[in-house]
C-alpha cells in the first residue's frame, strides 16, 4: 500500500481528526494520508475532487470508511463509497456510534470493522498498518498511552454529540413545515424526470429522497442559531429546489462549517 483515503461526511470530521492523529502517531506520513476534510492532506483548494479521487485511486490505496447517520445521508459519500470499492481491493469501516453494524449499507456489509471507541480494535488496526506500510512498530508503552488517550478523547466525543452535534437530534420543529406538504408528488415526478423507463432507479430515487425529507424535518442543530439555520434551510432551499438529498448534504455541510468557524 502507498497511501490511505478516508472517506468520510465533513460533519464527523471531528472524529477524522483524532484518526488522522492516531495513524500518525503509529507511523504513518502524514503525505500517505488522503482526506478532503482537512489542508495539507492531498485535496488543494479549488480541486474538482471527485476527478481527483477517480484518479488517485487504485489497488495501492487503503480506505478507511468513518461510517455513521451523516455519511448515509451524504449523496457525496455515497459516491465515493462506489468509486472506492470498484478501484480499491482493501477497506476497514470505523463505525461511529450510536451506529451499529446492522446499520451499514451498500456495497460494504460483509467486511468486517470496528467501532472507533472499541479498545481492542486499535492494536489490530495498527498491525494492519504497521504490515501494509512496513513501519517499524512504536514503543508498546508508548502505543498504549497514546491509544488510551485517543478513546478518552474519542468518548468525549461521541457523549457530548449526543447533546449538541447529532444532526438529527433536538426537538422536531419542522415537522409541520408546509415546504414539504407535497413532497411526494415531487419526489415522484422528478424521479420519472431523472430516470425515464428506468422503474429501479425511480423507485430507489424515490426511498433516498423521502428518507431525506424526514432527516430535514428532523434536523435541528441545537448549538446553532436559529436565525443563521434559517437562512442555511433557505438557501439549501434555493440551491436545490426540487432535491432533498442535496438540500440535506447542503445543511450538513453548512452547520458543521459554521462550528468550525465558531471554535477559531
Known amino acids: 500500500m502507498n497511501k490511505i483515503f478516508i472517506s468520510h461526511s465533513s460533519f464527523d470530521s471531528k472524529y477524522v481528526e483524532k484518526i488522522i492523529d492516531l495513524l500518525e502517531t503509529i507511523?504513518?506520513?502524514?503525505?500517505k494520508i488522503f482526506c478532503s476534510s482537512?489542508?495539507?492532506y492531498g485535496v488543494k483548494l479549488g480541486t474538482d475532487f471527485l476527478s481527483y479521487l477517480k484518479n488517485?485511486?487504485?489497488?495501492?490505496?487503503?480506505?478507511?470508511?468513518?461510517?455513521s447517520n451523516n455519511f448515509y445521508s451524504s449523496?457525496?459519500?455515497?459516491?465515493?463509497?462506489?468509486?472506492?470499492w470498484v478501484k480499491t481491493n482493501m477497506h476497514i469501516p470505523i463505525l461511529i456510534p450510536p451506529f451499529e453494524?446492522?446499520?451499514?449499507?451498500?456495497?460494504?456489509?460483509t467486511i468486517h470493522g470496528m467501532k472507533i471507541d472499541e479498545k481492542e480494535r486499535y492494536n489490530s488496526l495498527k498491525d494492519i498498518i504497521?504490515?501494509?506500510?512496513?513501519?517499524?512498530?512504536?514503543?508498546?508503552?508508548?502505543?498504549?498511552?497514546?491509544?488510551?488517550?485517543?478513546l478518552k478523547q474519542i468518548k468525549e466525543l461521541i457523549e457530548s454529540s449526543h447533546v449538541s452535534s447529532n444532526p438529527l437530534s433536538g426537538q422536531n420543529i419542522n415537522a409541520n413545515d408546509d415546504y414539504y406538504i407535497n413532497s411526494n408528488e415531487i419526489i415522484k415526478r422528478q424521479s420519472k424526470i431523472?430516470?425515464?423507463?428506468?422503474?429501479?432507479?425511480?423507485?430507489?430515487y424515490i426511498n433516498k429522497q423521502k428518507e431525506a425529507v424526514q432527516n430535514l424535518k428532523e434536523h435541528n442543530p441545537l448549538d446553532i442559531d436559529k436565525n443563521e439555520f434559517k437562512v442555511i434551510r433557505e438557501k439549501a432551499r434555493i440551491e436545490w429546489k426540487n432535491d432533498y438529498e442535496m438540500q440535506l448534504d447542503f445543511e450538513q455541510r453548512q452547520v458543521e462549517s459554521l462550528r468550525r468557524i465558531k471554535e477559531l
Open 75 to 84: 449523496t457525496i459519500c455515497l459516491c465515493e463509497m462506489g468509486a472506492t
Open 101 to 109: 453494524y446492522s446499520d451499514v449499507k451498500g456495497v460494504i456489509p
Open 38 to 40: 482537512f489542508e495539507g
Open 130 to 150: 504497521e504490515k501494509e506500510f512496513g513501519i517499524s512498530p512504536i514503543n508498546q508503552s508508548i502505543w498504549e498511552r497514546k491509544r488510551d488517550n485517543h
Open 194 to 204: 431523472e430516470w425515464p423507463n428506468d422503474y429501479e432507479m425511480q423507485l430507489h
Open 56 to 67: 488517485e485511486l487504485n489497488n495501492e490505496i487503503l480506505v478507511i470508511f468513518i461510517l
Open 27 to 31: 507511523g504513518l506520513p502524514s503525505e
